[in-house]
């Protein structure tokens, strides 16, 4: 296989920046289900352009969740998820229309500082009172399809609303699996269209895989042994990790 063309003209330093921000984001994928695209766009972005990460960041995802599928496939709340995928075909498009029009920096810098609010809120103690109807699913739907569209992070909003919740580990690792599977193919066809991809694109993606499945094999083995606070927890952690690394990326870029 011929190297991508900007991988060949790359720094030893950006080189390694992009095999760090893809070992962890593997991790994260095995342990949680999601912060995949958060990890990979937020540290990618640094070195190269973001329309490409966003895009391999799509393509390893639908490859993940298709290696996930056998362990969570039990315990996927399809009605959930269904709902999540109504409102996510409702705000792709406009996500997408807003990576061509509005500086990524911009957008990247509202939802980490929306998630890090709400990350926090979580971490205190606070839950939804009651739990959320289809119709709350729906809209929390359409937000994470804006965001995947737009910078390549609809995990984020998606994490949060289950997590609040009240969801176990188990339905939630399982629903964001099934929900991005759907959602990143529906994503990335998006994308094509829009002539924000390209051939490299496929070939970074080949190249990304085998330290893929390491991370996510380690951070599997991690999940079996959590307990459900400490899932929620970590989780929360890593949300508010990723927000705090949005918001320097974008303040300081």
């Known amino acids: 296989m011929i190297l991508p063309e900007f991988l060949l003209s790359a720094s030893p330093l950006a080189l390694f ?9 593997s991790l994260a994928r095995g342990y949680s289900g999601f912060g995949f695209s958060a990890v990979l766009v937020s540290s990618w972005s640094l070195v190269d352009v973001l329309a490409r990460a966003i895009g391999v960041a799509l ?9 996930q599928a056998f362990s969570v496939w039990r315990d996927i709340p399809w009605r959930r998820v269904v709902f999540l995928l109504m409102g996510a075909a409702i ?18 810098l509202g939802l980490s500082i929306f998630v890090l609010g709400a990350a926090f809120l979580l971490l205190r103690g606070w839950e939804l009172r009651k739990k959320a109807n289809d119709k709350g699913a729906l809209s929390v739907g359409i937000a994470s399809g804006v965001a ?44 094509f269209n829009a002539g924000l ?17 390491i991370g996510m094999t380690l951070g599997t083995r991690h999940f079996l042994g959590a307990t459900a606070e400490g899932f929620r927890r970590i989780t929360l952690f890593m949300l ?7 918001i320097i990326r974008s303040l300081f870029s």
């Open 91 to 108: 705000g792709t498009g406009p996500g997408v229309l807003l990576l061509s029009s509005i500086p990524a920096d911009q957008l990247k």
């Open 148 to 191: 995947n569209g737009a910078v390549g992070m609809g995990g984020l909003p998606v994490a949060l609303f289950l997590t609040a919740d009240g969801d176990s580990p188990a339905k939630i690792r399982a629903a964001v699996t099934a929900y991005f599977f759907l959602l990143d193919i529906m994503v990335f066809i998006f994308l």
């Open 59 to 67: 393509l390893l995802k639908v490859i993940t969740s298709c290696v």
């Open 17 to 25: 920046i992009m095999f760090i921000g893809l070992f962890i984001a």
């Open 240 to 246: 508010i990790f990723i927000a705090l690394a949005g």
């Open 197 to 213: 991809v390209d051939h490299n694109t496929l070939k970074t993606a080949a190249l990304a895989f085998p330290v893929l499945l």
